[in-house]
């Protein structure tokens, strides 16, 4: 069973500080991960996407990959109250020339001010 | 900018009812996805689609058909809809590389 855990939350950070995210898969051979943005009723939301070990810079966001590992993770610096939303996590493990993506159940973030 | 629409935002149906979801994109994708959302479970993947005509089923098959006659048109089919298929639907259709996925805004549907 091909799995992506992510800590439900809710993560409470004060406005301005760094959330840190979590999200761990269980496809060795996994090649591409996302970060979507879901607020309440609405649909997800597209952050960005890292396919390569290190990071990757977009704005406030940054994406963090380590392979070895198996862990991806999202930072927000200077955290805002609309940023709170659930941040749910996405990895490609397709097989047999078809993409798939298998999502975290999600991390519910609360940004208080 | 993409853009997917799907047919209704709410929709409540009764116990054995046909229901038709729908869902459009305008940006010539070649592949398209239908996914349910529920509480505490994440999204799952019902059926796919990477090409017209052509059909795959994802991990929740179950209950549900789809139709895609058309590369912008992607529909979700409950045959007989049941209380248990209560649920958020997104689509989602995709493109680039990697292949990222761009979401509808979602129907609720509520089945009695």
């Known amino acids: 069973q091909k799995e992506v855990e992510q800590n439900s939350g809710p993560l409470s950070v004060p406005e301005g500080a760094i959330a840190s995210l979590n999200c761990t898969y269980s496809d060795r051979g996994s090649q591409s991960f996302f970060w979507y943005r879901q607020y309440s009723g609405k649909s997800p939301e597209l952050i960005m996407f890292i396919y390569s070990n290190g990071d990757k810079e977009d704005g406030r966001f940054t994406a963090q990959l380590n392979k070895a590992s198996q862990y991806v993770s999202l930072l927000i610096r200077d955290s805002q109250p609309s940023d709170s939303a659930t941040y749910l996590c996405a990895v490609n493990m397709g097989s047999g020339g078809y993409n798939k993506l298998i999502f975290g159940a999600g991390t519910r973030l609360a940004v208080h001010p | 900018d993409v853009k997917v629409t799907q047919s209704s935002r709410y929709l409540v149906k009764r116990t054995g009812e046909k229901v038709f979801l729908e869902c459009v994109q305008d940006?010539?994708?070649?592949?398209m996805f239908w996914y349910r959302q529920d509480p505490g479970l994440g999204l799952r993947l019902i059926y796919f689609s990477y090409d017209v005509k052509m059909k795959e089923k994802g991990d929740i098959p179950e209950g549900y058909s789809v139709s895609r006659e058309k590369k912008e048109r992607f529909s979700l089919i409950l045959e007989s809809a049941s209380t248990n298929q209560t649920s958020m639907y997104l689509c989602a259709s995709s493109f680039g590389l990697p292949e990222t996925q761009y979401f509808g805004p979602g129907t609720r549907l509520l089945v009695l």
């Open positions: 940006m010539d994708h070649e592949n």
